[in-house]
């Protein structure tokens, strides 16, 4: 009821000369003050406990188990642990505490595998430069127009530099060998993991774009094999894709250009992880309004104008978050590749210590410690996620 | 001519072009691909087939599930006991990766900061750490730092753990010996046995089962404990002081308004995750679990047929993960029907908030 009504009607009331009764406005009973008591920790602690009884208790039980777990650790960690290079301490200690002396010991062969012992500078050299660029790259500046040139053509340089500090020769031929040559069979270690991860990334999303597009064209025949590769793909296991990638392809091609293992493996990754960025892609692309496709259209864009300049700039924006997962997931993906014999991080570790009587006894603590890497770089690389996912959605 | 300029500006006839073009450059990638494993298979003088299937296969299988093996059995008998040990550690994980997500999800949104914290410190350490790496320090910590069988851990004299694997009682069905009347074929209890010589038993759970599917149902919970919390957070916050006013305690909100609506949302990315717990059970392999990629690549290495095996083997793991999909798309409808039934009193209207 507007007020101009309620006044008409009092009005009308006040005119028939009824008996009105006019509220006045009565000032509410003060609410009482609240008595503030010392609110210390232990108030505080003894009302939560008064309250949620069963809260409690399982917090309690919470703190408990977590203090056990913290303390087992820290006991065999670090109190009861080993950390010289002492193969007679360490084996004292067994059982009781870790020997981190193993990994002291051993980090030349886990991290660069069975690369030449005296060349491991080049190993080394090649990841600084590869993490360096990667580091680089999060960074918003590197990425404005005006900077953009520079930085592809920094990571060209250095996609050519791990090349030839890896292999030793520049592009690959003989005649511009810098460094002694060797062999991709030689690779291992964290380059390796480097190279599958970051080679399959790069490789695998214009592929998985180009699936998604296809899976979304109006054209039936591309878009059923585009569904059928996803579905197929998605359906196996990567171990399936990378045995069919060590025994399957030299039987697929031609018996004289059977690329190394190296490729081979780099491709099945490759064509595994195209599926699953396909379909993070697709949710991008669902995500956009239809009247973009509209409004491209009756500007007279054509089909890969309208992707490339008004769709797709969307979409990857709507899913770099997806993306970065997809990223994630195929680096700790890159770590089965120790079954088709190539030695990254995790399979150098098995060759590191399996050859040697004394350290053999100490793979946890070699475990624990690429576990560490893998933490690194995926624990970061979920934080940047988290922090666009933040950005992109506060917008 | 002016036909096909026509028939070239006209949009539907282009795009049939295009998909032909590309048809024919499929077809031919193929034919390439078959016609270079057939000239390979021909110079190396592999055999090819399926024959090779009801061979006898030669080679004993350590561990296996609800059927026997031997080596004088056939290649197609070890495929199918390859499968009953995945499928065996796949419902295994599945189960316990689907309740340990549950209450860790449930910890993760929980408003306590103690429980909160423990429950995130679980899931990002699980998540950022290959599976695969998990898996091998399982293994390495139950094979080299549990006490060995002769002086293992032991539980009310009916469960043993030791390097062995874990020991447990059961039941077995007795045969009653040929010819012998008096005795009929029954159920016996069996429990593990101690002495001096280590751990007797029927029933035991080696480490190798035990480790894959440690590892595979604590990685895969870290996933679907993020895809609970997800689901619980995007149910209405409305729905919850709704319930409090209806004087619900906190589990009965939980148990019948929160958790129902949330699994409207759970179920398709659930799904994802059961599928990938299937695959990801192929990685038994590296700890020597003798699931099907272990038993195909034994009969791989034994027969030269890697065609035939790594077929065998794909479409084994697209079976399995179709069943899932449709048993999960069905398990979908049932939620969303049943919400339906409910929305008389509620309008449960999620995917249109805002």
Known sequence: ?395 | MNTLTHLWNHKRYRLYLYQAVVLILLGAALFWLGHNTWINLKQRGIQSGFDFLSDTAGFDIGETFLITFDGSQTYWQAFLVGLLNTLKVSLCGLVLASVLGLWVGLGRGSLHPLIKLFCSTYIELIRNVPLMIQLLMWYVLLVEYLPPSTEPYSWFHHFYLSQEGFAYPGFIWLQSPEGNPTLSSHWIWSRPVFDPQGVHTDFNWSPEFLSITLALSLYTSAFIAEIVRAGIQSVARGQIEAAQSLALTPWQIKRWVVLPQAARMITPPLTNQYLNLVKNSSLAVVVGYPDLVNIANTALNQTGRALECIAILMLVYLTLSLVIAWGMNRTNDKVRHYLKKGDDFAPLKLTQRA
């Open chain 1, 1 to 395: 009821m507007t007020s101009q009504a309620r006044n008409q009607d009092t009005a009308a009331l006040d005119s028939q000369g009824a008996n009105t009764q006019v509220y006045s406005w009565v000032a509410a009973r003060p609410a009482p003050k609240r008595i503030e008591k010392a609110n210390t920790l232990l108030v505080k602690f003894w009302k939560f406990i008064t309250t949620h009884p069963l809260d409690a208790l399982l917090s309690v039980g919470v703190a408990l188990l977590a203090l056990q777990f913290l303390m087992l650790a820290l006991n065999w960690g670090v109190i009861h642990a080993v950390f010289q290079i002492d193969e007679a301490a360490c084996q004292n200690a067994r059982g009781e505490g870790a020997c981190w002396g193993v990994i002291g010991e051993k980090f030349r062969l886990i991290l660069w595998g069975r690369f030449p012992f005296e060349e491991q500078w080049r190993s080394a050299t090649a990841c600084v430069l590869t993490l360096t660029m990667l580091a680089l790259s999060v960074n918003k500046i590197v990425w404005t127009p005006s900077n953009r040139p520079f930085t592809l053509g920094a990571w060209c340089f250095s996609v050519v530099g791990f090349h030839t500090l890896m292999s030793g020769s520049l592009f690959g031929l003989s005649f511009l060998q810098i460094w002694p040559h060797v062999d991709t069979e030689l690779w291992g270690g964290l380059p390796l993991t480097l190279i599958l991860s970051l080679g399959s990334i790069a490789l695998a999303t214009p592929m998985g774009i180009l699936l998604a597009l296809g899976r979304t064209s109006e054209m039936p025949i591309i878009r059923s094999i585009c569904v059928l590769y996803i579905e197929l793909v998605r359906g196996v296991p990567l171990i399936s894709v990378l045995f069919m990638a060590s025994f399957m392809f030299p039987l697929l091609l031609p018996s004289l250009q059977t690329p190394d293992v190296l490729i081979r493996v780099l491709l099945g990754i490759t064509l595994f992880s195209a599926a699953y960025t396909a379909e993070v892609v697709r949710g991008g692309l669902q995500a956009v309004d239809q009247g973009q496709q509209e409004a491209s259209q009756s500007l007279n864009l054509g089909y890969w104008q309208t992707q490339r300049y008004v769709i797709l700039p969307q979409a990857l924006t709507h899913i770099i978050p997806g993306m970065v997962n997809n990223f994630i997931a195929i680096f700790k993906d890159t770590s089965l590749v120790t079954i088709v014999s190539l030695y990254e991080l995790t399979g150098s570790l098995g060759l590191a210590l399996n050859g040697d009587a004394n350290w053999r006894a100490y793979k946890l603590e070699g475990y624990l410690f690429i576990a560490a890497i893998y933490f690194f770089f995926c624990f970061t690389l979920s934080q940047i996620s988290q922090n666009l996912e933040n950005r992109l959605t506060k917008r």
